[in-house]
């Protein structure tokens, strides 16, 4: 996972070279159901990638489904395509679980024991725990994932794992269900990341016991999400924390500037530079074909097609990200020239 597509729009067209910048709100209902729409029609017939197929039940995914959502800080939802469907939150999750973790134990506790900086190496890399000393690095990969989920507080399996559920319900709005038919496939497929377990174990990098922590974790990336859920949490982490259809505080501003700042800089892994060069967002995608990015302060846009490129990214949802990132001014690195008013030049 963690390639991102370079110049994502060629395929369709140019995309918007003068959009609006980062700054401000975003623009109104009628302009973004329209750039929806215009996405959506744009990338519609692209048929480019694969489903995944090492976890069996995420191979009988259709791959012709594509769904868009925009959710912004004050509530407003639009959407397109098959925004409604449902699909598993697989590595999404992540983001989530770091930001109750980081709101229960304190950003430096956090940070101490799983680490913010990116591996250099991919999401399931064994290699890079043994080249950092049994450090997870940060909480985006599998590794520190894992070591984020080992921190959850409760008093056994079932504690915590009504606190990673109910947590990342509280970001949605409403309640997220397991998808037990993706969680009977994953957890009979998942020895890899007991393997990574159990070297943090060793390396005494875990908070619990290994073999809990992946049922834990496997279980957080099979709750079932559509776009529209996504959107919305999304849009919680660009609102500092204030969900925006329910009024709930989640959790702190500062946990949101914590976990977008991990986002930035690990969320699509080894290519993480390479994304915000393009996207010019936070984001962070699954193998089940979601991809979700937060424009602080703005709100959250979230794709799902199945079809994947070889890292494991959703082709269609990376072209739509990137032509809605500029159709709706969301690049955090945008901006335009100021006009210096007292000499009428730049």
């Keep these: 996972m963690g390639e991102v597509i370079h110049n994502p729009g ?66 407003s939802v639009r959407q397109a395509g098959d925004a409604s469907h449902p699909f598993s939150i697989q590595s999404i999750s992540k983001a989530f679980v770091f930001a109750l973790v980081d709101q229960a134990l304190g950003r430096e506790s956090v940070r101490r024991r799983v680490g913010v900086n990116n591996t250099g190496l991919p999401f399931n890399s064994i ?8 450090s997870p690095m940060n909480p985006m990969v599998n590794a ?19 606190f990673v559920q109910q947590g990342l319900s509280r970001f949605a709005g409403r309640e997220l269900k397991l998808d037990m038919r993706v969680y009977t496939s994953e957890a009979g497929s998942n020895q890899r990341n007991e393997s990574i377990a159990r070297l943090l174990d060793s390396y005494e990098r875990l908070g619990w016991d290994p073999i809990q922590t992946t049922d834990v974790y496997t279980k957080q990336c099979s709750l079932s999400v559509t776009t529209r859920d996504l959107a919305i949490m999304g849009s919680t982490l660009a609102a500092g924390g204030v969900n925006p ?24 892994y080894e290519r993480s530079g390479d994304w915000l060069y393009e996207i010019g967002m936070p984001g962070k995608s699954g193998v089940s074909g979601g991809i979700l990015t937060i424009a602080p302060g703005k709100g959250g846009l979230a794709a799902f097609s199945p079809g994947l490129d070889p890292a494991g990214n959703s082709i269609r949802g990376q072209r739509a990200t990137h032509y809605l990132s500029g159709a709706l001014g969301l690049n955090l690195f945008a901006s335009a020239p100021h006009l210096r008013p007292e000499v009428g030049t730049y």
């Design 144 to 162: 520190g994932a894992l070591a984020t989920t080992s921190l959850v507080p409760g008093a056994d399996a079932a504690d915590r794992w009504d």
């Design 127 to 134: 290699l890079a725990i043994e080249l950092n000393h049994g």
């Design 10 to 75: 060629d395929s369709a067209g140019p995309v918007h070279e003068a959009a609006a910048v980062s700054t401000g709100s975003l623009p109104s209902a009628e302009v973004v159901d329209d750039a929806l729409s215009a996405a959506y029609a744009r990338f519609r017939d692209d048929a480019s990638g694969r489903v995944a197929d090492y976890i069996p039940a995420l191979a009988e995914a259709d791959p012709s489904l594509f769904g868009l959502s925009v959710a912004d800080v004050h509530g």
């Design 245 to 268: 259809l329910t009024g709930d505080q989640v959790v702190d501003a500062s946990v949101c500037r914590d976990t977008l700042a991990a986002l930035a800089t690990s969320g699509l």
